[in-house]
């Protein structure tokens, strides 16, 4: 095993093995609590994230969704590297603080659900 | 690094590799998987936190003692998170079994503010039709309000109302045990139909009142007349700040919402303000000058009004206990956008007090408790203002808290009073004083000038604030006029027949020298 190991870093992975490690399924993520009006106003969205070599964690989706899905004034849904202090994070229906928050790698048929709790709600 | 990869595809897609921390169990049962984070660090599973949530709410009504049995109650439903949380409680609270329910005759009343928050015609009648779904089929008689029939309210809202009744308001308990006995009674009474007499009275809350709004005139899911509206986005893009905006929103809906709870009977008003947004508003009303009123505008009854208390009962509950109750356990909301700041204009108090807080409790997670705390401590002790001793203390027009400009020379107003004169120009000065009422200044050429200043000695030194960032006084609606019109001239009459009045009588009759 040992031997094996210390083989492993000299070889250079296959690319199709690390996208086969690396792609999550299409996976839903919410907006509720008023958010969704920073979303164009639908609330469910169905999304297939690109295969990218380190996993995919809350941190980088986050960023994913200010690009690709905010349609309007990010400043609203994210400040900094996290969510805009009163919207909430839920992952599969618990509290992202239970789950590790921006750091919670996403796995297959994760849903990932926001709501906000600010003016407006 | 790659084997562990291999080790961790080979487990296969059903089993997850452990989070980081691993998924807790429940503080309270210590058996159920914990579902979120309450306060600092407790974790609670979904049946302990919809016991602890349910509990809160009746816990909140008991401890303060102030809704009676069988008391009309007005639940002022926002389609927020809060206010729908507060809706789900009393039916949960209502159709418990006979011993433990809540005992009071609940009434719904939604106000449309669509115009103002940027909503086409389209969007609002969508918005009304599926507030009136989620209205209706709580069975309970509701009323649909448009911001625009402020428009039509009678002065007499800015009035306090007669405190109570003529007879004496009997003690909490002893209205809870004749409520009690007069339910047995009645179930003795209907003997055989013993087990009827729940859904007849279930049955005799929902038919109390006409269910569809009202008046027959103008049914509650149509839009007001055009102009109406017109006149009502006039009013507030008269509006300098968005401040004033939001005050003046505030306001409207106070007025709107105490105008259906006087005209239908209903003795109380519960309004869904949650913990957060108590704390947040402590704190922006302290930056808007309404320190003096902080027990009132924040605590759990305002009576500021007489007749009609307010009632907060959510106001122990963070928004975010809510959201995951809300979320959890399927509650319905309708969320309407908020009033927006158009481009380039800047952010009101109320917005950056709520960014403020919500940031420093993200880092700090018992902030707003702390606030909360602190603001809990305030009671509601009336001041003596002043003037004479028997008479009551006067009230702000528009606020109705007690007028605490009376010893203008004690506050900074004094600098801000001659500011404004100087501004007025060469019509007003020399004969328009701070604190009189301005009579010489009707035949001025500049009538602006002129009907602001009529106004500014009605009202508190954070409603002056906010006055003065509103638009023309014409641009108000007309029950405010009126109501300062009237005021105006009583206290000028008084003044002329100041030398005739006695010191003890009530001024009814000015006394002949």
Known sequence: MISAENKRPLQTPSPSALRVRHTLTPFSINVEGGAELLFDGVKKHQVTLPCQPEPWDIRNLLQWIKQNLLKERPELFMQGDSVRPGILVLINDADWELMGELDYKLQDQDNVLFISTLHGG | MCQAREDYGRRGPGRRAPPPSSPRTCAKCKQGSAALVIRVGDAFCRACFREYFVHKFRAVLGKNRVIFPGEKVLLALSGGLASSAMLRQVQEGLSRETA?????????????????????????????????????????????????????????????????????????????????????????????????????????????????????????????????????????????????????????????????????????????????????????????????????????????????????????????????????????????????????????????????????????????????????????????????????????????????????????????????EAAQGPAGDGCCHAGTQGSCCRSSPTPGAESRAAFLPLLCYSCRLTFKELGHPDTLPPYVRSEAQRRSRRAEMKQQIQEFLLEDDDDEDPSES
Do not use: W
């Open chain 2, 100 to 420: 433990k329910r809540l005992r009071f005759v609940p009434g719904l009343v939604y106000v449309d503010e669509g115009a103002v928050c940027g909503q086409s015609a389209a969007q609002r009648e969508e918005s009304l039709a599926r507030v009136e779904a989620m209205l209706q089929a709580t069975g309970f008689p509701y009323y649909l309000v448009h911001l625009e029939q402020a428009f039509d309210l009678p002065g007499s809202i800015l009035r306090r109302g007669p405190r109570g009744g003529e007879e004496p308001c009997p003690g909490y308990k002893e209205a809870v045990e004749d409520f009690i006995q007069q339910q047995r009674q009645e179930v003795a009474v209907a003997d055989g139909d013993g087990a009827a007499s729940l859904p007849r009275r279930l049955a005799g809350l929902r038919t109390q009142d006409v269910p569809a709004g009202g008046e027959p005139a103008a049914p509650g899911a149509q839009l007001p007349a055009a102009a109406r509206t017109q006149e009502l986005l006039r009013l507030f893009e008269a509006a300098e700040t968005l401040t004033a905006k939001e005050e003046l929103l505030q306001m409207l809906r106070t007025h709107l919402i105490l105008h259906t709870a006087r005209t239908r009977g209903y003795t109380k008003v519960m309004m869904g303000d949650s913990c957060t947004r108590v704390a947040v508003k402590l704190l922006t009303n302290l930056a808007l000058g309404r320190g003096a009123f902080l027990a009132m505008d924040t605590g759990f009854l305002d009576s500021r009004h007489g007749d009609v208390a307010v009632v907060r009962p959510m106001r122990e509950y963070m928004a975010k206990e809510i959201a995951f109750y809300n979320h959890f356990f399927g509650v319905p909301t309708v969320i309407t956008p908020a009033l927006r700041a158009k481009r380039r204009e800047k952010t009101s108090i109320h917005r950056l007090m709520e960014d403020f807080l919500l940031g420093l409790q993200a880092e700090f997670p018992s902030t707003i408790s702390t606030v909360y705390r602190t603001g809990e401590k305030l009671s509601t002790a009336p001041a003596e203002v002043g003037s004479e001793p028997g008479a009551e203390p006067q009230l702000c027009l528009l606020c109705l808290c007690a007028l605490d400009t009376l010893a203008e020379e004690d506050l900074a107003l004094e600098p801000t009073l001659i500011a404004e």
